[in-house]
Every structure is written in structure tokens, then in C-alpha cells.
């Protein structure tokens, strides 16, 4: 199982910042089957990412994922209020499927 | 628009089964362009996939709960199904529904979240 390690565990930054979360893999991972997820209070997680750098419909183009091999990031170029929250990674490979533990992102 | 939906019993005993069904509506289940599958989230936890079918009935389960996971399809009722046996506190969450892509395997459509705790 490919075991995937997000950092910071939080990140406290203010509107307006710039703020990069990381995802690193156990072992390497497609390019194609890594994506990233928010999710806020009560709510069901948002895509926002996938095949590591593809935006999802609707997502705001301050949102960007990169990486390849064993290290992605994704990248929220300047912060909004609306963008507090959970941020997840996901991979995809050998019919089966992990998630990071997740990185909270908190106002600063 | 694509909407998915959790039913089933909030409150399941320890050691008895866990049943949820998922029913989707805005969309066939009867496609071969998506999986479909189950996520769980304990509380104040991280996500957990539990497992994905394919509109044909193949399965695929998480290595970890294989042993106690049924996951199933009813296409002319537009639904599929978790039953997850051998219940413990330790299986309390919030069990999601989600529709997947069967070409870059992320879940792109959730439903809502069903709580479900394991207590007698």
C-alpha cells in the first residue's frame, strides 16, 4: 500500500498569502492518479485537482497542483477566506486507493 | 446535475452489520465511464477508502477491511450498496458515496455524508 505523508499537519497564514502543501508518496506514483481535495466543516470534500495538475470545473485558477515521482504540492497563489479548510491528497494505484492525512489550513 | 444520496441506519450494534445504500440521481449507474464507491471518515479524522464497483458488479476493496466489506449494484434501481459486518466503536464515521473516474481515479461526486455510530 502507497502511504502518502502531507506537511505541514497545519498552516496558519492570512489572507491574501501564498500557501504550498505538500503530499510525498512511499513509492512512486502516476502522475495521472494523484489529486487533491478540500473539504470545510460538515461538508463533503471538493475536488479541486486531479492528474496532479488539472483543474476540476469550477475551480478557481488560484488553485495549482504539481510534482511527479513521490513529491506534489499543491499551491493556493493568494489566499481567500473561503479557502480555510482541510486540504487532502489521493492516489490511485494497484486497484487501490490512500489518502494523506491531511493538512489544515487555519487564519492566521 | 449528478446528485448521490446515503440511507441507511444510524445506529448499528456492536458486531452486527453495517448497511448503506447510495442512490444516484442526474446519471445512469449503467455506464461504463465511472466507478463507484464508499469513503469513510471517523470523527475528526482523515478519509478512508472502503471500496469501488464497476456498473458490471466488479469489485475492488481496501486490503484492510476486505474480510468484512460487500459492496453491490442494483443499476435498475439506480443504487448501490455498503454492508460492512463484524462492527466496533472503532467503525463509528461518517460513510460518504462518491462516483469515480475510471480514467484518473479520483472521486469526483460526493454525497452528503451518513453518520453511522457502532454502539449497544
Known amino acids: 500500500e502507497i502511504v502518502l505523508t502531507q506537511s505541514p499537519g497545519t498552516l496558519s497564514l492570512s489572507p491574501g498569502e501564498r500557501a504550498t502543501l505538500s503530499c510525498r508518496a512511499s513509492q512512486s506514483v502516476s502522475t495521472s492518479y494523484l489529486a487533491w481535495y478540500q473539504q470545510k466543516p460538515g461538508q463533503a470534500p471538493r475536488l479541486l485537482i486531479y492528474?496532479?495538475?488539472s483543474r476540476a470545473s469550477d475551480i478557481p485558477d488560484r488553485f495549482s497542483g504539481s510534482g511527479s515521482g513521490t513529491d506534489f504540492t499543491l499551491t493556493i497563489s493568494r489566499l481567500e477566506p473561503e479557502d480555510f479548510a482541510v486540504y487532502y491528497c489521493q492516489q490511485y494505484g494497484s486497484s487501490s486507493y490512500t489518502f494523506g492525512q491531511g493538512t489544515k489550513l487555519e487564519i492566521k | 446535475q449528478l446528485q448521490l444520496q446515503e440511507s441507511g441506519p444510524g445506529l448499528v450494534k456492536p458486531s452486527e452489520t453495517l448497511s448503506l445504500t447510495c442512490t444516484v440521481s442526474?446519471?445512469?449507474?449503467?455506464?461504463?465511464?465511472?466507478?463507484w464507491g464508499w469513503v469513510r471518515q471517523p470523527p475528526g479524522k482523515g478519509l478512508e477508502w472502503i471500496g469501488s464497483?464497476?456498473?458490471?458488479?466488479?469489485?475492488y476493496y481496501n486490503p484492510s477491511l476486505k474480510s468484512r466489506v460487500t459492496i453491490s449494484v442494483d443499476t435498475s434501481k439506480n443504487q448501490f450498496s455498503l454492508k460492512l459486518s463484524s462492527v466496533t466503536a472503532a467503525d463509528t464515521a461518517v460513510f460518504y458515496c462518491?462516483?469515480?473516474?475510471?480514467?484518473?481515479?479520483?472521486?469526483?461526486?460526493w454525497g452528503q455524508g451518513s453518520l453511522v455510530t457502532v454502539s449497544s
Open positions: 442526474g446519471g445512469s449507474i449503467n455506464t461504463y465511464s465511472y466507478y
Open positions: 462518491a462516483r469515480l473516474s475510471s480514467s484518473w481515479y479520483f472521486f469526483h461526486y
Open positions: 464497483i464497476y456498473y458490471s458488479g466488479s469489485t
Open positions: 492528474g496532479s495538475s
